[in-house]
């Protein structure tokens, strides 16, 4: 884990500033910064994003690493993305902590669809109009389908905070669809699979998604 954020640390002084140009699928950026060495005396890291997508308007963006560890919702019972607690802490403490007022800026309120699961029939629900959202399983086929992207290691403070041992091996990490019955939320395996879990299950893995213009003037 280290290397991850000696990685972090060259980057931040390699990659472009968003500014500078349009962005195109496979960019990586630093922008927001989240706890992800475990130090919090040294304060919060850049945050990595990949570029995944990229349309006239606006590019989206999902993080490199997770970055915490939470459940779908904090009971087990039937819940839809638009309801759940995983979607308020994105959009609350997330959202106010990773991003400063510029940042905030940059990122685009939008309508997140309410994907059906291709694998089973349960009800996604509503869509919503989120800054921070995770990703569904339509666009985990569609955007990541054919490069390594569903391979996703957590970061020290996400491997702490789950009560893991940082070991370098990727992770469970949540989707916004629905599972095989209301009361489970679809994810992906360490070996990039659809995977269930109850939507109460403390220890699947968190990566976020935002989209930002696609070419921001300074």
């Known amino acids: 884990m280290k290397r991850i954020f000696a990685a972090l640390l060259i980057l931040s002084l390699l990659l472009p500033a968003l500014g ?79 991003f400063d007022e510029d940042e905030k800026e940059r990122v685009l309120l939008c309508e997140v669809n309410a994907d059906r699961n291709r694998q089973y029939a349960t009800d996604p629900g509503n869509p919503t109009r989120d800054a921070v959202f995770l990703l569904s399983y339509a666009e985990v086929l569609k955007y990541l389908s054919r490069n390594d992207l569903k391979f996703c290691r957590p970061t020290r403070y996400a491997c702490l905070t789950a009560g893991r041992a940082e070991n370098g091996e990727c992770c469970i990490w949540w989707l916004r669809s629905p599972g095989m019955n209301p009361s489970c939320a679809a994810a992906i395996s360490a070996n ?18 935002i989209r930002i213009p696609a070419c921001w003037d300074e």
């Open 20 to 98: 500078e140009g349009d962005l195109k699928p496979g960019d990586s950026v630093l922008f927001g910064r989240y706890e992800q060495d475990g130090i919090s005396e040294n304060g919060p890291e850049p945050i990595e994003w990949v570029v995944i997508s990229v349309s006239q308007d606006d590019a989206l963006l999902l993080s490199r690493y997770a970055l915490t560890v939470l459940p779908y919702n904090d009971v087990y019972k039937p819940v839809t993305w638009e309801s759940s607690l995983l979607r308020a802490c994105l959009n609350g403490e997330f959202y106010e902590t990773a």
């Open 192 to 209: 990039g699979m659809l995977q269930n879990g109850k939507v109460d299950y403390p220890a699947y893995f968190v990566r976020p998604a």
